[in-house]
């Protein structure tokens, strides 16, 4: 049983984190937990490859950045 007092919730995966658990803040103030940033940032990194690949301009990318869903 969690202890929600003693935790947060991701607010990308919306699963409650045990309070040990690190977060990341992004620029719009969402709480995410470091699984669903790696996986943002890897989706993110695949997308910005198939647009260097088609010949499309790419802005730079920003670890803070999130691709939408």
Known sequence: ??????????????????SSENYIVLRNGQRICRQC????QRTQLILSAKRKKLGTPTLPLRATQTVPY
Not at 37 to 40: Q, T
């Open 1 to 18: 049983m969690i202890n929600y007092s003693l935790g947060w919730p991701c607010d990308c995966c919306d699963d409650w984190k045990d």
């Open 37 to 40: 940033y790696n996986r943002k």
